[in-house]
């Protein structure tokens, strides 16, 4: 088996056709062209057969190695990420398999975190009730939003494509925003859209303004996506038991790794 760099779409794209492409968000992300430039994709070939993938980004400035399959353990992932390491960056942000990390063979990790992915299922989506005070954020409001980000989620990655594209909503109260969220990923070609972001002020929380973003950027993306979804932290109980009140249920799983 060998470590092959990927040129081609259509080979990720014959290699999605047996995934589930709510679990492989970001490979399907990847093939749209805003990220395209931005990614090289790595794979483990054996004798012409795609069987294992991963992405090397640096569209958000750090690099990020997306070396998960979310939904599964496979040990030819695991066995790409073994090829892969000698090449990898010292600082470096990485999606894997939950135990996949040894197969790094590094001492260096900052922090590791499990992930649920959740997925809306549309027959069980329970809107929470729209807020007057919604508004829609665009790139006149980023500064605005960076300012909110950084007092009540540090750890955001905010791309201005989205919200020049009005993909951002948030709850003003006495001039002040107090809950945004927004859309972190997305693909026209696989329907699926990623919900990220998803924030409120420390002084507003527990009154269910994030249902409320939550909600509006549902029903913008309902008529054109066929899947919604959205990731977090294992051990966030309040907001897994706040999407799975929407209608979202968990679907996979990966360790957030950084060195």
């Known amino acids: 088996m060998e470590l092959t760099i990927i040129h081609s779409k259509q080979e990720v794209r014959q290699y999605l056709q047996t995934k589930e492409v709510a679990n492989f968000m970001y490979h399907c992300c990847n093939l749209e062209e805003d990220y395209w430039s931005y990614s090289q994709f790595y794979g483990l070939s054996d004798k012409g057969e795609l069987l294992a993938v991963a992405i090397m980004t640096v569209k958000y400035g750090m690099p990020v190695l997306l070396a998960s399959t979310y939904c599964e ?11 892969l390491a000698p090449y990898l960056p010292e600082g470096l942000y990485s999606h894997l398999n939950p135990g996949a990390f040894e197969a790094l063979g590094r001492s260096d990790c900052k922090s590791r975190t499990i992930f649920h992915n959740m997925r809306l299922e549309r027959n069980e989506y329970s809107p929470a009730e729209r807020s007057e005070e919604m508004v829609r954020l665009s790139l006149a409001d980023k500064e605005r939003l960076l300012a909110f980000y950084q007092k009540s989620h540090p750890d955001y990655l905010l791309d201005d494509g989205y919200l020049e594209k009005g993909q951002y909503v948030g709850i003003v109260e006495n001039g002040e ?72 249920r968990k679907i996979g799983l990966f360790e957030e790794v950084i060195f």
């Open 73 to 83: 353990q496979n040990h030819y992932q695991d066995m790409l990420l073994g090829k």
């Open 177 to 248: 925003l107090v809950s945004a969220a927004g859309i972190f990923s997305a693909t026209d070609e696989y329907g699926v859209v990623q919900i990220g972001n998803v924030a409120t002020h420390p002084d507003a929380r527990g009154r269910g303004l994030a249902a409320k973003v939550i909600t509006q950027l549902i029903d913008d993306m309902l008529p054109i996506h066929r899947h919604i979804v959205l990731n977090v932290k294992e051990e966030n109980r309040g907001a897994i038991k706040l999407y799975s009140k929407l209608g979202f």
